[in-house]
Every structure is written in structure tokens, then in C-alpha cells.
T-cell receptor, first 113, second 113 residues
Framework: GNSVTQMEGPVTLSEEAFLTINCTYT??????LFWYVQYPGEGLQLLLK?????DKGSNKGFEATYRKETTSFHLEKGSVQVSDSAVYFC????????????FGKGTHLIIQP | EAEVAQSPRYKITEKSQAVAFWCDPI?????LYWYRQILGQGPELLVQ????????DSQLPKDRFSAERLKGVDSTLKIQPAELGDSAMYLC???????????FGDGTRLSIL
């Protein structure tokens, strides 16, 4: 089955700092890759996705590139804000008809003003 | 507010009792998923439906858990009997089709006493 390794945390940064959250995965087949975010007191929200090698997903200033050769999908943002404080989950799907997501443990991001 | 509806939001029950969760997916979404999220971890897939058929229930503890989606719309997840280790957030998600982004409900938080 699939597995995901991502930075745990908490990761604490100052506002306007550059953010990288590393994610590597193992998967059978050819998965699509997703980043989900969970803000305090809220449910999981899709942040961005990529469906094939070298695709770049982007949303709200966040970006991640599907790197098939390194099986990675690192999340980046050039200048974080306090409102980005949340838990971030990397998740490949199974790439076939049974396409449930395999989530990492999540990275708790804290942005200080 | 999430578009995938789940109820109840919270459930407290004693071990050995039966408990049931309900999910109403986004209208028109053929694929429905149930996940379990233990505090501090990422969600784990329990079961996936395509319309009324089970696509993947390999991680569902079938001795005590059951899930159904009789008319291919809403779904019920049941635990009988509940155990202390079942305390978790139970999340429902839906997607338009296979390999499309999954949209999550706010979940049901289950506490077993």
C-alpha cells in the first residue's frame, strides 16, 4: 500500500518567512497528489493538487510540484501569513478505481507576527 | 460551512454500545469515502463506495464496523460493539468521480467511555 512521510512539527516561522514542508511518498501505480489543510476548529480543505509528473499545483500562494523521480511533493510558499497557521497534510491517492487517500501525520504550522 | 453533511457532530457513548454516523454527500457525487482520524494523526481510509457498491473496504474492521449506501446517495457507518480505541473523528468525503478531489465534511467526534 501507499505511505507518506512528511515533516512533523510544530514548525514555527515568523510572518513573511519562506515556507517549505517536505513530503515524500511510496505508491503503487501512478497516483494523483494532494495537499489538504485543516485550520483550527475547521474541517479538511483541499489546498492544491497535481495529477501527473512535473505538474505544479498552486493555490493561495502555495505551490507544490509532482516529482516522480524523487517521489516527492514538497509544499512551498514565498511569504507566510499568520492566517496560514494550520495543520497541513500530504496525501497521494491510489491511482486506480479504489482511490482512497493515504495521509501523512500532518505538519502543524505556527506563524508568529 | 462544509457541503458534505454529517451527523451527529459529537457522540458520547459507553463501550459495548452501538453507534451510527450518517453522511450526505455533495449532490451528484458518485464516490463516497469514510475515514477515521485519531487525534494527532492523519485520516485513515475505512471504506470507499462507488454509487451503492463497495470499492474498497480492506481497512474496515469488519468484525465490528459496517457501512452501507443503499440508494447510492447518503451513507451510514455503524460500530457494534464500540470499544475504547474507537474514540476518534469520523470523516465522510465525496467526489464527483474516481480520481477527482475529495470534499470533506466536518466530521463526527466519537468519545467512548
Amino acid at each position: 500500500g501507499n505511505s507518506v512521510t512528511q515533516m512533523e512539527g510544530p514548525v514555527t516561522l515568523s510572518e513573511e518567512a519562506f515556507l517549505t514542508i517536505n513530503c515524500t511518498y511510496t505508491a503503487t501505480g501512478y497516483p494523483s497528489l494532494f495537499w489538504y489543510v485543516q485550520y483550527p476548529g475547521e474541517g479538511l480543505q483541499l489546498l492544491l493538487k497535481a495529477t501527473k509528473a512535473d505538474d505544479k499545483g498552486s493555490n493561495k500562494g502555495f505551490e507544490a510540484t509532482y516529482r516522480k523521480e524523487t517521489t516527492s511533493f514538497h509544499l512551498e510558499k514565498g511569504s507566510v501569513q499568520v492566517s496560514d497557521s494550520a495543520v497541513y497534510f500530504c496525501a497521494p491517492n491510489s491511482g486506480g478505481g479504489a482511490d482512497g487517500l493515504t495521509f501523512g501525520k500532518g505538519t502543524h504550522l505556527i506563524i508568529q507576527p | 460551512e462544509a457541503e458534505v453533511a454529517q451527523s451527529p457532530r459529537y457522540k458520547i457513548t459507553e463501550k459495548s454500545q452501538a453507534v451510527a454516523f450518517w453522511c450526505d454527500p455533495i449532490s451528484g457525487h458518485a464516490t463516497l469515502y469514510w475515514y477515521r482520524q485519531i487525534l494527532g494523526q492523519g485520516p485513515e481510509l475505512l471504506v470507499q463506495f462507488q454509487d451503492e457498491s463497495v470499492v474498497d473496504d480492506s481497512q474496515l474492521p469488519k468484525d465490528r464496523f459496517s457501512a452501507e449506501r443503499l440508494k447510492g446517495v447518503d451513507s451510514t457507518l455503524k460500530i457494534q460493539p464500540a470499544e475504547l480505541g474507537d474514540s476518534a473523528m469520523y470523516l465522510c468525503a465525496s467526489s464527483l468521480a474516481e480520481n477527482r478531489p475529495q470534499h470533506f465534511g466536518d466530521g463526527t467526534r466519537l468519545s467512548i467511555l
